[in-house]
């Protein structure tokens, strides 16, 4: 046991650090395969804007994530498990920054810890969403590197680094620009710490003038890099989602507005003091005299509370605003905030590397008494006054369950009542014994609750089932109809495809297909309504049905050979070779039969655009369509035919024949031993 212990004691800790980010990217990276999508409408958005349309005319300026997640394309239809593991990879690349940040206060130890946790804990579920969170998370942990590289140094260059690192993240997720409060007082309260000894009023002057810079490398980057890549467009900083979402936000009067945002700020402050209720009870303590304020450990807490307050204030005041049109005041938005929790756990370290003497213990005892009482009373109320959902609060939500709630509070108390008695000790606890069962707990939950979403819904389901079954420019021409709106973007984002229609229709009610785009001849209906006229075929699944509707005027839509059944009211084709580059189908038999699903018209006009391969150029070729007949020739270049005939209303099959199938390989011309004859590029039946 020694020799072990010993050995233990010599391991290099960054490669223990690091050796332990390996292990943690191998387990999310297997925790989150084989999961369905979870945010529907925000993961479609994020998927579509980065692989499907250009930059310029995405709804939003993230410019920067878009460019990384494009990279996804090169995965095929495994975009979504690419995604994923960009996330892990880009998600845990903060470790060394928060290490880094961490170390100017504690030890290498301590802060390879801390960093570990913080990427241990709940917010890595957001590696499991196709969502800028993950490198928003890391864009952060950057900016605030980059800030404390400042407050050691604080030179023009360093400012404009900081400046840049904003307008990076800001293209990341536009959130970044919450930041800029925070971080532009940071700036000013580093100018005071560095020049205003001896009574030097110079100082705001410096400031100002370091916040200039800030400011003006971050306006040139950002607009230089989004006229780079959307133009005029990508000189708007919100992007048009977030300025109509704005421009439609409910108007409640001021009095309600002030009730909503104390109803939200209550729930945000209950959750943060059952989860940190040591560390804020450190920074209640902590003592602001003229010694202190110049304080690198100064500098900490200052930046922790105005991060906190900057964001924890726009995100109350975001879920007042939208309230009434879009949100429930009973959701926390966390998500919106919680990747600076990590500066807890930093600043309560801080704390155990201090030489300084306990704080007044009647000053311990009656803020230690006020944050036990509050963490009781959020053991009543939190969890019946809130909903903490895995997407808006995961730091929660794998202790919403009542009893294991109940007892963590309990927990919480006991480091409290262990910091009253002694600073460091509760401290230690918190950090060693809270932290870890806080992570343990939650990560099960969240897989737990992960395990859930590995298996597709009825819209998963349908969605998928049309991406294996029609050809992408079918797709295009897809409307699909259902109540569940989140289950509409399931299946959309299944379908990959963004011209895709949407039509939330409530069950049962019936559907009027003369309001969608003439453009449009497939349905996917999913779930029961009344049956709809025009359909020329329906594939049926029990839950789902896929129709294939007629145009206004009840005739086919066309045939595009160069897709696979492109026509989609096809059943059977035979003597036709797979689609081709060149833009249709060779015939490989001595007949081609094409069997529609719909009885062909007793009266019908056939557009068919086609040319002859080689003997067969000039030869006449015969097309039937029951008793019908007609005969046609062929050159080697593409022509449209177009043949009236007539039938008896109740054929399914056209079948032309082929004079003379005749294979390159019999020509000499090369290896193909394919029996061609005509080339099919387009058919209409009007």
């Given at each position: 046991m020694k020799k072990l212990l010993s050995a233990i004691n010599k391991l290099d800790s960054r490669m223990v650090f690091f050796s332990t980010l390996v292990l943690i990217f191998f387990y999310l990276l297997f925790r989150n395969t084989g999961l369905y999508t979870m945010v529907q409408s925000d993961e479609w958005a994020y998927s579509s804007f980065s692989r499907l349309i250009p930059f310029n005319e995405a709804q939003l300026p993230s410019y920067l994530y878009f460019s990384i997640f494009h990279l996804t394309n090169y995965c095929g239809d495994g975009f979504l498990a690419c995604a994923r593991a960009l996330n892990v990879l880009l998600f845990l690349a903060a470790a060394p920054f928060i290490y880094l940040v961490a170390r100017n206060y504690m030890s290498g130890k301590?802060?390879?810890?801390?960093?570990?946790?913080?990427?241990?804990?709940?917010?890595?579920?957001?590696?499991?969403?196709?969502?800028?969170?993950?490198?928003?998370?890391?864009?952060?942990?950057?900016?605030?590197?980059?800030?404390?590289?400042?407050?050691?140094?604080?030179?023009?260059?360093?400012?404009?680094?900081?400046?840049?690192?904003?307008?990076?993240?800001?293209?990341?997720?536009?959130?970044?620009?919450?930041?800029?409060?925070?971080?532009?007082?940071?700036?000013?309260?580093?100018?005071?710490?560095?020049?205003?000894?001896?009574?030097?009023?110079?100082?705001?002057?410096?400031?100002?003038?370091?916040?200039?810079?800030?400011?003006?490398?971050?306006?040139?980057?950002?607009?230089?890099?989004?006229?780079?890549?959307?133009?005029?467009?990508?000189?708007?900083?919100?992007?048009t989602l977030y300025r109509n979402q704005a421009a439609g936000t409910a108007h409640p009067t001021m009095q309600h507005l002030l009730e909503l945002t104390l109803v939200s700020a209550s729930g945000h402050a209950m959750g943060l003091i059952v989860l940190f209720g040591v560390p804020l009870a450190a920074t209640l303590v902590y003592p602001m005299n003229r010694t202190e304020s110049k304080s690198t450990t100064t500098a900490l807490l200052l930046y922790l509370l105005l991060m906190l307050g900057s964001l924890l204030a726009i995100t109350v005041m975001f879920t007042a605003t939208v309230v009434g049109l879009y949100d429930s005041i009973t959701r926390l938005h966390m998500r919106y905030y919680d990747f600076i929790i990590p500066l807890f756990l930093i600043f309560a370290g801080s704390q155990l590397s201090r030489n300084s003497s306990e704080p007044p213990i009647i000053k311990k005892l009656i803020i230690g008494t006020m944050i036990a009482i509050a963490i009781i009373y959020s053991r009543y109320f939190l969890l019946e006054q809130f909903s903490p959902s895995i997407i808006d609060c995961p730091d929660l939500n794998g202790l919403s369950i009542k009893h294991i709630f109940n007892q963590f509070t309990v927990l919480a108390v006991f480091c409290i009542a262990a910091w009253i008695t002694n600073n460091k000790l509760g401290i230690k606890l918190f950090l060693y014994v809270f932290m870890p069962i806080y992570t343990i707990l939650t990560s099960i939950a969240i897989a737990h609750t992960f395990r859930s979403s590995m298996a597709p819904d009825i819209y998963e389901r349908a969605g998928i089932y049309v991406h294996d079954h029609l050809s992408k420019d079918e797709i295009a021409k897809v409307i699909v109809i259902g109540a569940d709106d989140a289950g509409l973007f399931k299946s959309k984002f299944h379908m990959d495809n963004p011209k895709v229609d949407l039509q939330s229709t409530p069950k049962g009610q019936p559907i009027d297909i003369s309001r969608f785009a003439h453009d449009k001849h497939w349905l996917l209906i999913i779930g029961d309504y009344p049956s709809i006229p025009n359909v020329l075929s329906r594939q049926d699944s029990g839950d789902y049905s896929l129709l294939l509707i007629a145009n206004e005027d009840g005739t086919i839509p066309p045939i595009d050979f160069s897709k696979p059944l492109a026509g989609g009211d096809l059943v059977h084709i035979k003597g036709l070779s797979n689609p081709e580059s060149w833009g249709g189908s060779w015939s490989i038999d001595d007949n081609v039969e094409l069997k529609f699903d719909t009885a062909l018209p007793k009266k019908l006009t056939l557009h068919l655009t086609a040319d002859a391969y080689g003997p067969n150029i000039g030869q006449n070729f015969v097309i039937m369509i029951g008793a019908s007949r007609q005969t046609f020739n062929l050159t080697n270049e593409a022509r449209e035919l177009i043949f009236n005939m007539e039938t008896d209303g109740a054929q399914h099959v056209i079948t032309i024949e082929i004079p003379q199938p005749t294979s390159p390989k019999q020509l000499g011309i090369s290896e193909d031993a394919r029996r061609l004859g005509i080339a099919m590029i387009r058919m209409k039946i009007e």
């Open positions: 301590l802060s390879g810890f801390i960093a570990i946790m913080s990427v241990c804990g709940p917010l890595n579920t957001y590696t499991a969403y196709f969502m800028p969170e993950a490198t928003y998370f890391l864009a952060f942990w950057v900016i605030t590197w980059a800030a404390f590289q400042f407050r050691a140094a604080p030179t023009s260059k360093r400012c404009a680094v900081l400046g840049i690192t904003i307008a990076l993240a800001s293209m990341i997720k536009i959130h970044a620009l919450f930041l800029l409060p925070a971080l532009l007082l940071f700036i000013l309260y580093t100018a005071y710490a560095t020049y205003s000894g001896n009574g030097n009023s110079t100082w705001l002057r410096t400031g100002l003038r370091l916040i200039s810079i800030a400011l003006a490398s971050a306006a040139l980057v950002r607009f230089g890099i989004g006229a780079l890549y959307a133009g005029k467009n990508g000189l708007d900083l919100l992007g």
